[in-house]
């Protein structure tokens, strides 16, 4: 056996089904189509949600309350996972390589979540009232920077 002899099991290899072959393939004539319509035809499309005509279900549920655009998206960290930093100074990019956040382009809340003892200078955009008195408590501080 050497490898360009070898070859894969036949139920990995299922070939295509050729349609338009004549009757008895089963698969001839219309080819599986049906008679007429936009879906017989080739380049047949059909809008996302199409329902035939029928009104669609994005349409047909009541639409409701306010999404404010210019809202902020926090990065969440709690006080009881800065515990994987070295105590000192903590910025976005010490929480990145800590595995607390994914990037720096969104602004990091702290919460007060846990304890936390160890003194530690956290610089984040927001923090609750909880996480600054934790923080303060344990002999840390915390800035608020953009």
Same mark, same amino acid.
């Given at each position: 056996?050497?490898?360009?002899?070898?070859?894969?099991?036949?139920?990995? #290899?299922?070939?295509? #089904?050729?349609?338009?072959?004549?009757?008895? !393939?089963?698969?001839? =004539?219309? !080819?599986?189509?049906?008679?007429? /319509?936009?879906?017989?035809? !080739?380049?047949?499309? #059909?809008?996302?949600?199409?329902?035939? *005509?029928?009104?669609?279900?994005? #349409?047909?549920?009541?639409?409701? *309350?306010?999404?404010?655009?210019?809202?902020?998206?926090?990065?969440?960290?709690?006080? !009881?996972?800065?515990?994987?930093?070295?105590?000192?100074?903590?910025? *976005?990019?010490?929480?990145? =390589?800590?595995?607390?956040?994914?990037?720096?382009?969104?602004?990091?809340?702290?919460?007060?979540?846990?304890?936390?003892?160890?003194?530690?200078?956290?610089?984040?955009?927001?923090?609750?009232?909880?996480?600054?008195?934790?923080?303060?408590?344990? /002999?840390?501080?915390?800035?608020?920077?953009?």
């Amino acid at each position: 056996m050497e490898l360009h002899t070898i070859k894969p099991p036949d139920r990995s #290899r299922k070939k295509r #089904r050729r349609v338009g072959r004549g009757a008895g !393939s089963q698969r001839g =004539k219309t !080819s599986g189509r049906g008679h007429k /319509g936009q879906l017989s035809r !080739s380049g047949a499309k #059909r809008k996302r949600g199409f329902e035939g *005509g029928q009104m669609p279900l994005h #349409r047909r549920l009541p639409k409701f *309350g306010f999404t404010n655009i210019f809202r902020t998206e926090f990065q969440i960290v709690n006080v !009881s996972d800065l515990a994987r930093c070295e105590p000192g100074e903590i910025t *976005g990019d010490t929480l990145v =390589k800590a595995g607390l956040i994914k990037h720096t382009r969104q602004p990091i809340k702290i919460l007060g979540n846990g304890n936390i003892e160890k003194a530690y200078v956290v610089k984040a955009a927001a923090f609750s009232k909880a996480a600054v008195v934790k923080l303060e408590a344990a /002999g840390g501080k915390a800035e608020v920077v953009k």
